[in-house]
């Protein structure tokens, strides 16, 4: 009789272990979380600003915080704004404006194989977030997504996407869950707009697809999320972005704060 039980209760751990494994222990899954899968930023994901042809900065001083980077290529000199110091064979410079540091293609080893892999791997992420397939919301309030709540998923839009003066926009999910955000045309947020996040939702898990030939947040806005721009990105007099601005062609500031999103 004992025999028998200690089989039963045997087969019923490994019933009951498989079974949670299969939904990701207790909790439901929750590790995965809601919303299509991550885009994987590979090298990229070290900066908080990459742009592959150089970064302005008008109006000093900005607040980075994190690595910034230009791509394979371009040298130091298509940094500006940001007063750079260079060691003598230095991989990377610094700035009293950067809580981080600064890489260009022509700093010392291995800081051009590196900031070439980060800029192929910025277009790789580009173009999994542009490819995704069956979006869950397509061409959402024709574009102005100015006091909509969006939950987690793929959403779609065959124009541009706006953020009109006076309104805000909410990004509501959990921690795991994952927005990707696929525009055709261009991205504006007026100047004092706000994305707000709710839920436990995080930037990291924001990706913003921008195909357009700019993405441009307003003077005084705040926004979240990782910006994959095939073009400029712009930011107004003292915006604040939570999150990563990568872009393939170059990014310019204006007093900004930039803060890479918590991991």
């Not at 150089?54 to 791509?71: K, L, S």
Request: include cysteine.
């Amino acid at each position: 009789m004992r025999i028998y039980r200690y089989g039963f209760f045997l087969c019923l751990t490994v019933l009951l272990s498989f079974v949670l494994s299969a939904c990701g222990g207790f909790g439901g899954g929750a590790a995965d979380g809601a919303g299509p899968e991550r885009v994987s930023l590979g090298l990229a994901g070290n900066y908080a600003i990459f742009a592959n042809t150089g970064i302005d900065n008008a109006t000093v001083p900005a607040d980075i915080t994190g690595h910034m980077g230009a791509g394979p290529g371009v040298t130091s000199t298509a940094i500006t704004g940001f007063a750079l110091v260079l060691p003598l064979n230095g991989a990377f410079s610094t700035s009293t404006q950067v809580t981080g540091n600064v890489y260009a293609f022509d700093y010392a080893p291995p800081t051009p194989t590196n900031v070439t892999t980060a800029s192929n791997d910025m277009g790789t992420a580009y173009t999994d977030a542009a490819t995704r397939l069956l979006p869950d919301f397509l061409d959402l309030g024709a574009g102005n997504i100015g006091g909509l709540t969006l939950a987690p998923g793929l959403y779609k839009w065959g124009t541009g996407v706006t953020l009109p003066f006076g309104t805000n926009v909410t990004i509501s999910g959990g921690p795991n869950d994952v927005w990707i955000f696929q525009i055709d045309g261009v991205l504006t947020t007026a100047a004092a707009t706000s994305v707000f996040l709710s839920g436990g939702a995080r930037a990291k898990n924001i990706f913003w697809q921008v195909a357009g030939t700019s993405v441009t947040l307003g003077a005084n806005s705040t926004f979240e999320g990782v910006v994959l721009a095939q073009n400029a990105i712009n930011l107004g007099n003292q915006a604040l972005v939570n999150g990563r601005l990568l872009a393939q062609t170059a990014v310019n500031l204006d007093q900004n704060t930039v803060a890479t999103p918590a991991p």
